[in-house]
């Protein structure tokens, strides 16, 4: 009976779960989705992050990373039942992190492709200080 709902659940979770990966319009960028900046703080610091962003570095400098922590600040800082955005500098990260949140994880999530660097340079939206 354990195994019968166990697998019923995870069905469940794998088929409300979506990947999208997209270049932005600033419609979308402006639409309220909670977008979630996993760079670097040095990058936060240098270029700023979007208006009402949450930063959450996935990748260090190094390109070490701890699934656990970053899934621990996910779900504190992210309503991780509703649809959720992530971007990178240009979208390299987010294309290998979005769909692993989607398909393992279970959450609604659209990677943002070109990153900042397309959000900032084609879209011409201005970013807001990074101060922590």
Known sequence: MKKIFLSLLILSVS??????????????????????DIRTTPEWKETGILKN???ITF??????????????E???KVDVTKP???ICH???RTS????WLAKDMGFNVTNI??????VTKQLHIKTVPYNK
């Not at 088929?15 to 979630?36: C, D, H, M, R």
């Not at 990748?59 to 621990?72: A, E, P, Q, V």
């Not at 290998?96 to 769909?99: C, D, F, I, K, T």
């Open 84 to 86: 959720f955005a992530l």
């Open 90 to 92: 240009t979208g390299n």
């Open 113 to 118: 492709k070109g990153g900042m660097d397309y």
């Open 15 to 36: 088929l409300f779960a979506q990947y999208k990966s997209i270049y932005p319009t600033k419609e979308f960028i402006n639409s309220g989705i909670t977008i979630v």
């Open 59 to 72: 990748f260090y400098r190094d390109g070490s990373y701890n699934t656990k922590k970053f899934l621990n």
């Open 74 to 76: 996910l779900r504190k």
């Open 96 to 99: 290998m992190v979005a769909p």
């Open 53 to 55: 962003a949450v930063p």
